[in-house]
């Protein structure tokens, strides 16, 4: 009995301890998605395919070694013999069907018209690119973490509001009930109120809804399980945070600071990099190269002997591809068009970055604007439900003046609170256009 109570008790612990949930602020959920994304950890892949391409490239000065062992088994064959003038005859082609070879050799190129070079500057630019498209996903997906943070908090937020305007409303049912039962108030005094407050509890499951499925977009991101209940320590910010408002400032930043105005830059010097290389096809190649062979027989030397003998040859090779059909200059050429089609990939995306950055202002303008306006708004609504409740209390108003005021409330309140967010999530899309 006694170990039922316990493993019963510990069910209960750690029932409770789910339950309790997982604080999260915002920086931990932006550090946790960045550990947890699997398109960072795609781009991470590709810039360590992008590392190892420019070391092969490097790696092409290197000299080049080589070594090779073999072994063939000759048929027999008749030996080869000539007869000397004094009567003696040598072997000058022995029957060897045995035949051992060790070779090393090592070539390293002298002279490649650029190419290499030109290589290694286009798989650094690549190297380059890839680094700065890891940047601009960490960036989108920041925003993109802040944006799910943001909608959850705005969710329960307005789910909080709704679920004190459903308090309200029920209160206001029990005084009209009163009244009526007091024959003071007509029957349709409680059923507007009960409408109002169905309206209400109708409105507080869709934000109920709504915090659900934010919070498993956030925990897709987070990478956090599915059962986790996310406390979040961040709350809606009624003050209005400060920030520069100069276009031309936040337009010059952007360009400096956006990661794929960057990226597109380091694939533009790649492209360029690749004319050097098709060039270099048409223009002289020089590789010096040496190289020993120690066999058994060894072929270079007569006549051959069933011993193990050493050789050795060094060499400097030139050549000139004379003719290709015009496959270097058209390749070439590709290469430059495609680079010239990059440059103006990067103008329309500067043009369209001053837009952007526009617009984002704009956004945060509006924003700073409704949320001074709902902070107002919910002000007067506050203090004329107040009046409102005291005079229909008195028996001055009627009940559908109070519900006025209270459906007032209520709309201003879930107007702050969508206000304040709305700012968060346009300045963290200004930040992203800015490159922040």
């Known amino acids: 009995m ?24 915002l920086a931990d959920a932006l550090a946790r998605a960045r550990e947890n994304s699997p398109r960072l950890s795609q781009l991470a892949a590709q810039e360590a395919a992008a590392e190892a391409a420019l070391r092969g490239a490097q790696a092409e000065k290197m000299p080049l070694v080589d070594l090779s062992a073999g072994y063939t088994r000759n048929s027999h064959v008749d030996e080869f013999r ?20 060790l070779h ?3 070539s390293v190129p002298l002279w490649t018209g650029g190419r290499i070079e030109s290589a290694v500057t286009a798989a650094d630019r690549q190297r380059e690119a890839a680094g700065l498209d890891v940047t601009g996903a960490e960036h989108d997906l920041d925003l993109e973490v802040r944006t799910a943070y943001w909608r959850l908090v705005t969710a329960r937020e307005s789910e909080r509001v709704l679920r004190e305007a459903v308090t309200a409303y029920e209160a206001h049912i029990t005084d009209s009930r009163h009244r009526v039962e007091f024959g003071v108030a007509a029957r349709n005094e409680v059923l507007a109120v009960q409408v109002e407050r169905d309206r209400a509890e109708l409105a507080r499951l869709q934000a109920e809804n709504a915090a659900a499925v934010s919070e498993a977009d956030l925990l897709r991101l987070t990478g956090l399980p599915p059962e986790t209940r996310l406390l979040l320590t961040e709350k809606v910010d009624l003050t209005d945070p400060t920030d520069p408002t100069d276009i031309e400032e936040l337009v010059t930043a952007a360009w400096a600071s956006r990661p794929e105005l960057a990226a597109l830059q380091a694939r533009i010097a790649a492209a360029r990099a690749n004319v050097g290389i098709q060039r ?15 066999a058994d027989p ?51 995306r500067r043009r369209r970055l001053r837009l952007e950055v526009t617009s984002r202002l704009l956004d945060v303008r509006t924003a700073r604007a409704a949320l001074a306006v709902t902070g107002r708004n919910l002000e007067s609504a506050r203090e004329n439900v107040k009046v409102a409740g005291d005079r229909y209390r008195e028996g001055v108003i009627a009940s559908t003046e109070l519900l006025d005021a209270e459906t007032n409330l209520l709309r201003a309140g879930l107007d702050q609170t969508s206000a304040a967010t709305q700012l968060r999530v346009a300045l963290a899309n200004l930040d992203r256009s800015v490159g922040r």
């Open 280 to 294: 270099a096809a048409r223009k002289p190649q020089a590789a010096a190269s040496v190289g020993y062979d120690f």
């Open 2 to 25: 006694t170990r039922e109570i316990r493993c019963f008790a510990l069910i209960a612990v750690l029932s409770a301890t789910a339950a309790l949930g997982e604080d999260l602020s």
């Open 82 to 101: 000539l007869t000397l003038p004094n009567g003696e005859s040598r072997v000058l082609f022995p029957d060897i069907p045995n035949n051992y070879r």
């Open 104 to 106: 090393a050799g090592a």
């Open 298 to 348: 060894n072929q270079r030397i007569v006549p051959q002997r069933d011993e193990f003998r050493g050789t050795w040859s060094a060499g400097v090779t030139v050549s000139l591809r004379a003719f290709d059909g015009g496959r270097s200059a058209a390749a070439a050429a590709q290469a430059a068009a495609q680079a010239d089609a990059l440059e103006r990939e990067l103008e329309d």
